[in-house]
């Protein structure tokens, strides 16, 4: 896959990302088999704009030449997945978080190893 197809797959899984954790927070602590409270539905709404926020970002550059900012891009999402890849798989083998999550997991990891197929190399 190219650099132009990972980012426009992942900007759009991000894109609706935030449209869920914003207005339906509460669909992914049923999702996760997560206890929610006003707490919990307050930081997933903030954790909506750093999806928001990457997804402009991928969206902005999936035409970058490659170039050591187009590296930082794709190291920066491949260790973001692989952050939640470790959480999400913790989390399900202590009790904290249900079997939606490796649904989630697996869809992680599938992004890290596409944005780790389109690294630029010196």
């Known amino acids: 896959m190219s650099f132009l197809r990972v980012s426009q797959a992942t900007s759009a899984l991000f894109f609706f990302l935030f449209l869920g954790l914003f207005f339906v927070p509460n669909l992914f602590l049923w999702f996760f088999q997560v206890e929610g409270d ?19 970002m991928l969206f902005s550059a999936r035409y970058a030449s490659p170039s050591s900012a187009r ?52």
Do not use: P, W
């Open 38 to 56: 006003v707490g919990a539905e307050f930081f997933i709404q903030r954790a909506a704009f750093l999806f928001l926020g990457f997804g402009v």
């Open 71 to 122: 590296s930082a891009i794709a190291n920066g999402i491949t260790v973001s997945m692989f952050g939640l890849v470790i959480y999400g798989v913790l989390s399900c083998l202590t009790g904290t978080a249900g079997g939606g999550t490796l649904i989630a997991v697996l869809v992680e990891v599938l992004v890290a190893l596409g944005f780790m197929s389109v690294r630029d190399r010196a």
